[in-house]
């Protein structure tokens, strides 16, 4: 077992990035190391944004950032009313008993707002 996982990804600017993730978010940043910031999502569970000083990224829809909370509704209100992009509003997901509804961040990257409708650990 582990002490705490950080999921690392780059993004063309940090400064946008800390907008989303500090202030739309309400994520604390924890560590600035220049090029590099740490925001803490829960206890023991980090998300890490590193400057990428090589042009455009493509977004991959193959990560996806999910944070896990009983006020999916408020959230995708707060987000949608803010003007970051959402896919559609919360919808119930019957095959994986899941709440949920897609954002993007600043770069694209796919952000999942959830809630599982069945006990989860």
């Known amino acids: 077992m582990f002490d705490s996982h950080i999921l690392f990804f ?3 600017d940090l400064a946008r990035s800390y907008q989303f993730y ?15 910031q740490i925001y803490q999502v829960a206890p023991g569970a980090f998300v890490g944004l590193c400057q990428h000083e090589q042009g455009p990224l493509a977004a991959d829809d193959r990560l996806i950032l999910t944070l ?3 006020e999916v509704d408020q959230w995708y209100e707060r987000l949608a009313t803010g003007g970051v992009s959402v896919d559609a509003p919360p919808r119930e997901n019957p095959r994986y008993r899941i709440y949920h509804f897609f954002a993007r961040d600043p770069d ?8 599982f409708l069945h006990p989860f650990p």
């Open 10 to 12: 780059p993004v063309i």
């Open 22 to 36: 500090s202030q739309i978010l309400g994520l604390k940043l924890v560590l600035d190391q220049g090029g590099i």
């Open 68 to 70: 896990v909370t009983t």
């Open 108 to 115: 694209g990257y796919r952000v999942e707002i959830q809630r």
